[in-house]
């Protein structure tokens, strides 16, 4: 089987079959490279695809210049948030996992599982590139009907990935991958709209407290 088989049958492998495809992945020691790069084209084509598609389907005019310029780089601007969730958000789950007594599981192995996880995604992103080729506001429409559904397949694929990364139970899982980092965005909200930057400093430096007394013993 060559290298582009092989990447295209593990990322189809990916949306059917989850946990045995990641375990592959994990298994064969493959690099963080494939899924970054999905992550980062995903993360270019979606947020490039989406303004460039509203302002086409809608016939929003160029004139303006602030508007050309940030459909210019639309898609610079959303890898930009992109990657810097990825990060935020990877951390969460693992600091999640080990407060929770999970010992297994690396970081980088939580990369790769948030990244992979977009692969459903690449559906919403052939019917954005559909609308704004066809200056559609059909496909436009579709595109965004598509885009609840293939967040909850990205989701199952994460909580079946974080599963076998931390070795845990499915419900254990939607806790630290999904319920988890749901509260402490929720909670670090709440307190900054309260107190300010304290609301955002005080549940972090909470989290690694708990983090590293987890580590430690």
């Known amino acids: 089987m060559s290298d582009l088989e092989d990447t295209l049958y593990r990322v189809g492998k990916l949306l059917i079959s989850p946990r045995e495809a990641f375990y592959v992945h994990l298994a064969g020691k493959y690099s963080l490279s494939l899924p970054i790069l999905i992550y980062l084209i995903l993360s270019f084509s979606l947020s490039s695809l989406l303004a460039k598609s509203i302002a086409t389907a809608l016939w929003i005019p160029k004139i303006i210049s602030l508007l050309e310029v940030i ?8 890898v930009t948030i992109s990657v810097s969730w990825l990060i935020l958000y990877v951390t969460l789950i693992h600091v ?3 407060i929770m007594g999970h ?3 690396r970081w980088d192995e939580t990369l790769s599982a948030v990244a992979f996880s977009a692969v459903p995604h690449s559906f919403t992103a052939f019917s954005m590139s559909l609308a704004y080729i066809f200056s559609s506001y059909e496909f436009l429409l579709i595109s965004l009907a598509l885009l609840p559904l293939t967040s909850i397949w990205s989701l199952y694929i994460l909580i079946e990935e974080v ?13 630290i991958s999904f319920l988890g980092p749901l509260s402490f965005m929720i909670v670090s909200i709440l307190l900054y709209s ?8 005080i549940p972090a430096a909470s989290m690694m407290i708990l983090y590293y007394w987890r580590e430690m013993r």
């Open 103 to 105: 010992l297994s599981g």
């Open 96 to 98: 999640i996992a080990r």
């Open 71 to 78: 459909l210019e780089f639309s898609g610079a601007i959303g």
């Open 163 to 175: 599963s076998l990364i931390y070795d845990s139970s499915i419900s254990r899982s939607i806790l």
């Open 194 to 201: 309260i107190t300010g930057l304290p609301g955002l400093i």
